[in-house]
Every structure is written in structure tokens, then in C-alpha cells.
């Protein structure tokens, strides 16, 4: 009796994944759709910056997500650059591209011109968003608001 019991609360189990996983996906290709989109409308919340321009809550969030993860994506390879040469890599980008050793690191460096650019000034990582206060030597903080957590949109 057991067993029947575990195979239908596993098929609601199921069933509320996956109608949670849809309900992302509507949101997910409503917040991408542009204007004049025929699509149903389940947009994430908007806020205005201090100029008054609309930013959309879930884009922002995803930037600052990639920003964070490109950032700890160079801060490895910098960790593994000077692990290997006992010391840190020169300014610039051609150290984790290969450019002088032949072997890369990373497969090209990560920046979002549109939104931030990562930099390396042979002593600290830095991130400069499009808009907003850069920071240097961290991936930036929320109070107040620098680096990855800076405006981007």
C-alpha cells in the first residue's frame, strides 16, 4: 500500500514543478519580449533610477548576477596565475588569454560593454558599470551601490 501511496504524492511533486518551472518560463520570456509583443504580459516589477528612467527588477538582477560571476570567473584565474608564477599576472588581458605563454586560462576575457567592463591593473580587479561608481579590488556592494551592484541598466 505504501508504494502507491509514494507514486501519486511523486506525480504531484512533479506536477508542481513543473507548473512552477512554467510559470518562470512566462516570466522569463515576457521580461526578454520587446515592444508590440503579442505575448502575455507577466513583466517583472519596475523602478525608476534618480534620473527618473525605468529599470526592470529582473534584468538588473541578471546582470549583476553575470557581472559577479564573471568577476569571480577572473578572480580564479588570476589566483591560478600566481599560484603558477609567484607573482601577479602584468596590467591587462593577455596574461589569462595565452597570449605570451601559448596556454590561456580563461577562453576571452568576460565583460558586457553595454552594461560593465572588467579590468586588471596588475595589482587589483576592477569593475566599472556603464552607469554608476566602479570599484576596484571587489566585485562592488549594495550600501552604497558600486562595481557589480551599480546601475547597469
Do not use: K
Request: aromatic letters at 6%; glycine letters at 12%; hydrophobic letters at 40%.
Amino acid at each position: 500500500m505504501t508504494g502507491r501511496d509514494d507514486r501519486g504524492s511523486s506525480l504531484l511533486g512533479l506536477l508542481f514543478v513543473l507548473l512552477a518551472l512554467g510559470i518562470m518560463a512566462a516570466v522569463a520570456v515576457s521580461a526578454v519580449s520587446g515592444p508590440g509583443s503579442t505575448t502575455l504580459s507577466l513583466t517583472s516589477p519596475v523602478t525608476s533610477t534618480s534620473a527618473g528612467e525605468p529599470v526592470n527588477v529582473a534584468i538588473q538582477a541578471a546582470l549583476t548576477a553575470a557581472c559577479v560571476a564573471d568577476y569571480q570567473t577572473l578572480s580564479t584565474a588570476l589566483q591560478v596565475y600566481s599560484t603558477l608564477h609567484n607573482a601577479n599576472p602584468p596590467a591587462g588581458t593577455s596574461w589569462a588569454l595565452g597570449v605570451e605563454s601559448g596556454s590561456s586560462l580563461i577562453g576571452s576575457w568576460p565583460s558586457d560593454p553595454g552594461h560593465f567592463v572588467l579590468t586588471w591593473n596588475g595589482s587589483e580587479l576592477g569593475v566599472t558599470p556603464i552607469r554608476g561608481i566602479a570599484s576596484l579590488g571587489s566585485d562592488g556592494g549594495e550600501h552604497p551601490a558600486t562595481g557589480c551592484y551599480a546601475s547597469m541598466s
